[in-house]
């Protein structure tokens, strides 16, 4: 099954655990939907600020097909027939956040969905497509929504400055600005309060996945796959579990209350040492 924002493949590992808790920190804010922030296209290098002549790509895909023969002549062909990957990832479609690269996964072992702002939305087929197909399919053991601190669609959705047609799709994040106007309304920094709204997204969209059709169905006929809320630190490289998971109805509904007391404790801790 072929999709342009999915990298569909096959892993081999046992070890079932999934990385839960490390340090959490905060990003620098930058400006919303900013080149550098929502994953727009650009042909400049990051780390070099060179320019990349779009030849280059196929000439590094050449040379990265090589190099694996070269570890492994015969990687290709098993991955060729056939894909079982335990993970699925539904992360934001900025070009700082390669799901495989942040993981140290291998092409096969991790089923990706991307979008802006990371959302999951009941109306939007192309990611409840690649959810049912996950999940009914391929069977995945793990599904995991990260969202990114600096997210230029939490801040532009926060800002709502006038966008266009992606003002449409950032209203599911507006509407949550409302939902914990409260817990927002006590932060004073700007650059806490949107990566606050990043961490509660990735919440809301852990408990929008989690009450889908598909999830639904899929625990009532006792399906073991699990919903996993992880934030990724651009500025230091680090995934961080916000420690909402969702392992049935039951279990989601008590983690999405508790992962957003925690997010409201640590703000009233914070607003008494302001």
Known sequence: MSQANNNNTTNNSNDKS????????????????????????????????????IETLIQNNHEWSSRIKQEDPSFFEKLAVAQKPRFLWIGCSDSRVPAERLTGLEPGQVFVHRNVANLVIHTDLNCLSVVQYAVDILQVEHII???HYGCGGVAAAYENPELGLINNWLLHIRDNVYKHEQLLSKIRSKKRLLDTLCEINVVEQVFNLGNSTVMQSAWKRGQNVQIHGWIYGIHDGYLRDLEIKGTCRETLDQSYRKAISKLEHEQSLVVSHD
């Open 145 to 147: 929504v990260c969202g």
């Open 18 to 53: 999934v990385p839960t808790n490390t340090p959490r920190a905060r990003s620098d804010s930058t400006n919303p939907l900013s080149p550098r922030d929502c994953g727009c296209s650009s042909i400049f290098n990051a780390s070099h600020g060179q320019k990349i002549e």
